[in-house]
């Protein structure tokens, strides 16, 4: 069941985005990204996704100088998407006001290069 409280909260933060969240958003909604339909302050479970994507399972987090007191908390959350079947990028808040070119780049080359799949540790199968 979904948290209301959760839902309500993420609603706020849609009205109350922070100047690189605009700048980001305004890159990647309507699908004006590689064609990726990206959703803002998305509610994934018991946590809300800056930005998300379904097809690719994809995660955009934005980090603003808080996210540097809280390293454990933000690898908890990425934990999380990961176990969702997201895969997570993070940007910071700098990089989105002064670089969004390569922030854009960056996000292109994750889109189109999923990783690798990991092999079991037995190694491959033998015949």
Do not use: C
């Amino acid at each position: 069941m979904r948290d209301r409280r959760l839902i309500e909260f993420a609603k706020a933060m849609r009205r109350e985005q922070t100047e690189p969240e605009i700048r980001l958003w305004l890159q990647l909604r309507a699908a004006r990204f590689q064609g990726v339909k990206f959703r803002r302050q998305k509610v994934i479970g018991r946590y809300i996704a800056d930005f998300s994507s379904r097809e690719p399972m994809v995660v955009v987090e934005i980090d603003g100088d808080t996210h540097g007191f809280q390293e454990d908390y933000d690898r908890t959350r990425t934990a999380f998407f990961e176990k969702q079947g997201y895969r997570v990028i993070r940007f910071t808040n700098s990089d989105v006001m002064t670089n969004m070119e390569g922030v854009l780049t960056q996000l292109a080359l994750f889109i189109n290069h999923p990783p690798l799949p990991t092999l079991s540790p037995e190694g491959e199968r033998a015949i």
